[in-house]
Each structure stands twice: as C-alpha cells, then as structure tokens.
C-alpha cells in the first residue's frame, strides 16, 4: 500500500500541499482533480521524493514502511514511479540506457552498463505496442521529441520497469485519442496484474475508460471534495467555478 498521511509539502518556504491524506492498495486506481496550480505536481513530485518538495508534516508510506525522509532512488526501489506531466530532457542520455541502468541498478549490479539479455528486443516490441518509431530508443532522452513522444516515452518505461505503484501525472495531456486508449488500456492492466495507480488528470474522458476507486478534488493544496466517478461528471459539466 501506498499511503499518505496528513501531508504537508512547503517549496522555497510556501505551503503547496496541506494536510492531505489517501491510501492506494494494489489492484486500485485513485484519482486526483483540480484546477492547475492547485497542488497535484506538488503532491507527485513529494511522494517521489524531490528534494525541492520538502515534507514540513505528515508521512509517506510505502508497504508500511515510513519513507518520508529517504531519496527517491529508494522510493524508486521500492516500487514507486513518477510518469511527468513534463518530461526532463537528458542529453547524451538514450531511453535504452536510461532502462538498462535503471534495471541493474534494481538488480543491485555494481557495473550499470551491463547489457541485458533480451531487453533490446522488448524495447523495440514496445515502442512499436506504443506507436513510437524504433529509433526513439537510440535518441537523447525527450530531445526533439514531440508532446506525444515524450508522454508516450514514459509510458514505456513504466512498461519495462514495471513498478507496485505508478503515478501518472497529466499524462494524457498531449495525447490523441489512440493515445488515450493506449493508457488507458495500460492502466488497467497495470490494475489487472496487481499493481496501484495514482492518476492526475484533466480528462473525464480518460476516466470513462478505466474504474477508479476514488475521485479527490484538490484546490490551493487541500482536498476540497472526494467521491467516486460522480465527481469527475461534476467537474466536466461545472468546471472548477464552484471552487471559488
């Protein structure tokens, strides 16, 4: 289980996420909502671990075991991955090695250039599942890639990677319709296969595709409304005007 507890998150010393709490067992997905700039990224990067996002109260659990002071390699370690809502370019680093260093190191091999039987393969098959050309493997991480690229990209290596708990943030923003139903098919065999997934989102339409267990709402960093599927109809039709 994924859990947190009455968290709070402070950034260059401003409050972003205030006394939220939420548990994800595997087998779920849990939803958050909100307006932008209401504290969902803020809330992904904290759980993550990054070192800008610092837990002023509360607790991260994962499996429970009390992660909230550790990096987020560990976290990583332990089963939690972040799919960003904007994704980091890495120059001189490819997507084929960015995996492979990231499944040795899991392996706890020292040398993390190790090649992995079979994996070039698998990359390949992938990236073709997802819609991406081959040659996306061998390519600087996200340099030149378009929005759909780079969102499909990091479905890809969750795909490889395959963590407990995966946490999605916006990302179907960018995504066609075939996009769309690629996650969405992904999610719930994510779901299928055991795993949890925490879900922010903008699209009600993606929501259609998959069985959440819980919709939160959260705005300027507070959980303002939690229910199910019922909330996410209330915010395609309203918007967020009744938050204000």
Same mark, same amino acid.
């Given at each position: 289980? /994924? ?20 548990? +994800? ?21 904290? +759980? ?47 997507l084929e090695i960015l995996l492979k260093s ?32 081959e040659d996306i493997l061998a390519r600087d +991480? ?25 946490? /999605? ?12 139903? /690629? ?62």
């Amino acid at each position: 289980m /994924l859990e947190a507890r009455n968290l709070t998150v402070e950034v260059n010393g401003r409050i972003v996420v205030e006394d939220v709490s939420f548990t +994800l067992s595997s087998g779920e997905i849990v939803v958050f909502m909100g307006p932008n700039g209401s504290g969902k990224t803020s809330l992904a990067y904290a +759980l993550m671990g990054h070192p800008a996002y610092k837990v002023v109260k509360g607790s991260i659990i994962i499996d429970g075991e009390d992660y909230t002071g550790r990096p987020a390699y560990e976290r990583a370690l332990a089963g939690l991955f972040l799919a960003f809502q904007n994704p980091v370019e890495a120059p001189g680093v490819t997507l084929e090695i960015l995996l492979k260093s990231a499944l040795n190191k899991r392996l706890g091999k020292t040398d993390l250039s190790e090649s992995i039987p079979g994996l070039s393969s698998r990359l390949r098959s992938e990236a073709i599942l997802l819609g991406l050309k081959e040659d996306i493997l061998a390519r600087d +991480l996200n340099i030149g890639f378009s929005g759909g690229e780079k969102k499909r990209s990091e479905i890809l290596q969750a795909r490889i990677l395959k963590p407990r708990y995966l946490i /999605l943030d916006e990302v179907d923003s960018g995504l066609d319709v075939d996009g769309i139903r /690629l996650l969405a098919d992904y999610i719930n065999e994510v779901v299928g296969g055991g795993g949890g997934v925490l879900l922010i989102t903008h699209s009600p339409s993606l929501l259609k595709l998959v069985s959440p267990r819980v919709v939160y709402v959260i705005h300027r960093g507070r959980v303002v409304l939690s229910g199910g599927i019922e909330v996410a109809e209330k915010i395609s039709a309203e918007g967020y005007s009744w938050l204000r």
